[in-house]
């Protein structure tokens, strides 16, 4: 089976977290303070468990984490 990104708004990451519509996360941490604006777990239902797979810490201090459905 083929891949698919989404790399989009965060109305559409909304609409995928709410249907279940994914298998992986790839979850980027900015090393920013933000007190204000969209949450990307706001719209989830329930709690779902996840397992991480892989991560990444870049030059510029973004760690990158991948995570899958357990």
């Known amino acids: 089976m083929g891949r698919i990104s989404v ?3 965060i109305r559409t990451w909304h609409r995928c ?3 279940d ?3 992986a996360l790839w979850v980027l941490v900015h090393p920013v303070i933000a ?3 969209d949450r990307l777990f706001d719209a989830a ?7 991480l797979t892989d991560s990444k810490t870049y030059q510029n ?3 990158g984490l991948r ?3 357990a």
């Open 7 to 9: 790399e989009s708004g």
């Open 17 to 19: 977290l709410r249907h």
């Open 21 to 23: 519509l994914f298998d």
């Open 35 to 37: 007190g204000e604006g």
């Open 45 to 51: 239902r329930g709690q779902r468990r996840l397992k």
């Open 61 to 63: 201090g973004v760690v």
């Open 67 to 69: 995570y899958q459905k």
